[in-house]
């Protein structure tokens, strides 16, 4: 039984894509996973393939403290599409990376915004399982989740570099595990749903 993991990302200046690829590798390195990428562009004109994917990963730059403008339309159009045409979202496994500038660049707030748009949806958000690192004597910056984010991924890309060379490996590298552990979750969620004997006994 194969699922389908949509990531859509928005991305100004390309740093936040290269997440959203990192991500992607993650979702294909799992077996009967399969990854669709989608700028925020894209995923407007394909409503219908996110209303069909298991899980939706959500990916955008922390602009003035908040998910980036574009990202924040993509969000708003789903009132219209998604909905108000009958909570077609809920259920699904939903997860969420960002990027600033700032080691801290207040990307707490885009991951908070995009764990309450899951929840608006009805989706079950999937948090970040590793440990925060470079926190002690012995941390570095090589450290997978460097930045110590347990919502999602957080990534930091300097401001002065391009999107070549920034985010930095271990960046894409924890953004790697969260497509990995969304698709593992994905996989036992659909696979669970298969068996249909579960019956509430009582409301109390
Ligand atoms: C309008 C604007 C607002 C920004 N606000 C923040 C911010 O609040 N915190 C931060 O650390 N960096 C901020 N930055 C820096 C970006 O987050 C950073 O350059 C990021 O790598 C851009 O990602 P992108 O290339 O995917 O657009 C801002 C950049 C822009 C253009």
Request: aromatic share 8%; glycine share 10%.
């Amino acid at each position: 039984m194969m699922s389908q993991i949509a990531i859509v990302y928005h991305s100004g200046y390309g740093h936040t894509g290269r997440l959203a690829e990192a991500v992607e590798a993650g979702v294909e390195q799992v077996d009967c996973a399969n990854a669709l990428l989608l700028s925020v562009d894209e995923a407007e004109r394909r409503w219908d393939d996110l209303i069909a994917a298991q899980a939706i990963i959500f990916g955008a730059p922390t602009y003035m403290g908040a998910a980036s403008g574009r990202f924040k339309m993509f969000q708003e159009a789903t009132s219209r599409e998604v909905m108000r045409k009958g909570y077609l979202w809920k259920d699904k496994l939903a997860a969420g990376f960002t990027n600033s500038g700032a080691r801290s660049g207040d990307k707490l707030s885009t991951l908070i915004q995009m764990a309450l748009f899951a929840a608006q949806h009805g989706m079950h958000w999937v948090s970040l399982d590793l440990p925060p690192a470079n926190n002690s004597s012995s941390g570095s910056e090589n450290e997978l989740n460097r930045l110590g984010f347990w919502l999602g991924a957080g990534a930091q890309s300097n401001t002065d570099e391009g999107p070549d060379t920034a985010p930095p490996e271990s960046d894409l590298a924890t953004a790697r595990h969260l497509g990995k552990r969304v698709a593992i979750a994905t996989l036992q969620f659909v696979r669970g749903r298969v068996d249909q004997s579960m019956t509430v006994l009582s409301d109390r």
